[in-house]
């Protein structure tokens, strides 16, 4: 059989164990290894003779220490109370327009993710503290769990992000440069989406009623109780692409800032500690088992030789490179049908990374366009988050709003899914976007 056709049959079995609810980094360890035992004839030893390094080589990565530190500081920002500041202080200056209690509450996720890494974590944290405020208020709720829904997103939009991290580990790109070019898509992210609530408000007014007008001391006070956290997002991010802190050294900086301010506000005990420390080794552990399960898929991949054949197979097709693109980012949007973010970038960057940087977009240079890929793909698999079936964003925000069907979410989320798709086109059409701070910082 053809590299792409063993490469297939391995994709095929992958996808029947996720039938079966398999997880995820089982699935891939025993589809890898199937299709390793394969391509070596059928002898164990081989098999056992890369499982023998195969985790001693992944774990040993100095570089992977970045993402416990990021899931800690999420967490302490979680258990700390962090984001009620955080709504309360958009909340201040933008709650009183039509609308603004959502576009507040987006803001905020925006905000929280600059802290926390994790758009499950964004989710579930800003739905607790904006949905009674929403209910108070008047707000529909289509409208009220589809903007949560969509800017728990900003959780992996706005760094750091962990799937960026991941994405760095896999391209051997910078972890600083990556997390400077998400900030400007983030932005433009969460003002998307804020366009759209206004959007949707304006026509149909009583989805979200104006709220009250807060006074400038309230405001001031909640630009004092908040500043302490965009301190925390510039000292992590300015550390790392400015060289005076490696990733890890800034994350370990912010992680013990977050669990300072939690514990001088007092929204943190004991009791969050502790909290805190096994939410972080739980999601560590299932991170690093899904890391194992994609390097054992990889290594048979990688055996197969199926993706350079499959890099060759697109350079030489005649096809145009932004074609190439678009079913990239199409594949993605399927994949996020079945997978989470985490899985669907372990599992596909061997894959469409060489095809992608065998290709010219726009004169780009090699790094310029790993670079602009690793935002395309965060991006596309942001979407993944919250597009039905999976769509584990509009699952967390419906559990915690159970008086409003889950069908009436995802009807909210469609707004916000056009808002993505628009977003995208201009990254795809216009890569400056995405590195223009990337450029400025390096001169």
């Not at 030893?45 to 570089?63: F, I, M, V």
């Not at 309230?218 to 925390?232: D, F, G, H, Q, T």
């Not at 929204?267 to 939410?279: F, I, N, P, T, V």
Request: hydrophobic letters at 60%.
């Amino acid at each position: 059989m053809s590299p792409i056709t063993v490469g297939a049959l391995i994709f095929a079995g992958l996808m029947l164990l996720l039938v079966l609810r398999i997880p995820i980094g089982v699935a891939m360890f025993i589809a890898g290894g199937g299709g390793y035992l394969y391509l070596t004839g059928g002898e164990m030893l081989p098999l056992l003779n890369s499982l023998k390094t195969l985790a001693w080589a992944r774990l040993s990565n100095y570089d992977l220490v970045v993402i416990p530190l990021f899931l800690l500081m999420g967490q302490f920002a979680t258990h700390g109370g962090l984001s009620r500041a955080l709504f309360r202080f958009v909340s201040a200056f933008m709650g009183h327009f039509r609308g603004g209690v959502a576009m507040a509450a987006i803001g905020a996720c925006a905000g929280f993710g600059a802290i926390c890494g994790s758009s499950l974590a964004t989710a579930a944290t800003m739905g607790q503290v904006a949905l009674p405020e929403l209910r108070r208020h008047g707000y529909a709720g289509s409208l009220a769990t589809g903007a949560l829904a969509a800017g728990g997103t900003l959780g992996i939009m706005i760094p750091p992000s962990v799937p960026l991290v991941i994405y760095a580990i896999l391209t051997q790109e910078s972890i600083g440069k990556l997390f400077m070019a998400a900030v400007l898509p983030g932005i433009i992210a969460m003002v998307g989406y804020m366009i759209v609530v206004r959007i949707m408000v304006t026509w149909k007014p009583a989805m979200g009623p104006a709220g009250e007008r807060a006074p400038w001391s309230e405001r001031l006070a909640a630009l004092l109780a908040v500043s302490p956290v965009l301190v925390v997002f510039l000292v992590v991010i300015v550390g790392i692409y400015g060289g005076w802190a490696n990733p890890t050294e800034a994350a370990a900086i912010g992680a013990a800032a977050c669990a300072i301010l939690a514990l001088l506000s007092g929204g943190m005990g004991w009791r969050g500690l502790l909290d805190s420390a096994l939410g972080t080794a739980q999601s560590t552990a299932m991170i690093f088992l899904v890391l194992l399960g994609a390097d054992m898929l990889n290594t048979a991949l990688a055996l197969s030789q199926m993706p350079a054949e499959l890099a060759a197979w697109v350079q030489h097709s005649g096809w145009s490179p932004l074609l190439v693109m678009a079913m990239v980012l199409l594949i993605y949007i399927f994949l996020g049908c079945v997978m989470d973010s985490l899985a669907m970038i372990l599992l596909t960057i061997p894959i469409f990374y060489p095809m992608i940087m065998g290709l010219d977009y726009f004169g780009l240079s090699q790094g310029d366009k790993s670079i602009w890929f690793g935002i395309l793909a965060l991006m596309v698999v942001e979407i993944g988050l919250v597009h039905p079936p999976v769509g584990m964003n509009v699952y967390i925000i419906n559990r915690l709003a159970r008086d409003v069907p889950l069908q009436e979410t995802f009807k909210g989320v469609v707004p916000f899914l056009l808002s993505d798709f628009l977003r995208i086109t201009l990254l795809v059409l216009f890569p400056g976007i995405s590195l223009v701070l990337v450029r400025m910082f390096q001169t």
